[in-house]
């Protein structure tokens, strides 16, 4: 009913907190169904995401700018974000109080997304648990290689397909 990668995107946001690791689960998803759909609600989810990892690591305006892109986004697909067991009116509200906040200048907070299938919670729950993390658990700011993932990561991949795609289009 609902992708392994939702399901482990749903494990990591809850459980270590790792939303650099959710942006790359579910944009290798979204690429995989709906490469070229930027408004997919996929997106939106990847752009949550995104945003919680700068407004934990203090980038204000990076927050503010990818969760204002993510709101939009998902409030124009509800049926699509209901779809995927979560209830998008609530999400919408939460994502909104929490812009208030990054705008106020107000500090990074856990989050628990809105579910509202129990069927989706217990495997999301039960994947947390096979991944050895605590459903629900709060960050570990104390975590550098969490908080600071994109400073420790390997970029020679993306580098590498970058410029690939750089030397496609120019032939």
């Excluded at 997106?43 to 995401?49: D, H, K, P, Q, T």
């Excluded at 990818?66 to 697909?77: D, F, P």
């Excluded at 729950?125 to 605590?134: A, D, I, R, V, Y």
């Amino acid at each position: 009913m609902y992708p392994d990668d939702y399901i482990k995107f749903l494990a990591h946001f809850h459980g270590d907190r790792d939303y650099f690791e959710c942006h790359e689960i579910l944009e290798e998803y979204w690429k995989s169904v709906d490469k070229n759909n930027k408004t997919s609600h996929w997106v939106g989810l990847i752009l949550m995401a995104v945003s919680f990892y700068h407004h934990r690591r203090e980038n204000v305006k990076g927050a503010e700018r990818t969760l204002r892109k993510g709101i939009n986004i998902l409030e124009n697909h509800p049926d699509e974000t209901a779809k995927l067991g979560l209830e998008p009116g609530q999400l919408t509200k939460d994502l909104k109080n929490r812009l208030q906040i990054i705008k106020a200048g107000g500090k990074y907070k856990s989050y628990n997304l809105p579910i509202k299938d129990p069927i989706l919670q217990a495997r999301c729950k039960k994947m947390c648990s096979g991944l050895g993390f605590t459903w629900c658990a709060d960050s570990n700011f104390k975590d550098d290689d969490l908080v600071h993932r994109h400073k420790k990561r390997d970029r020679s991949m993306v580098i590498k397909e970058r410029l690939e795609a750089l030397q496609r289009k120019n032939k």
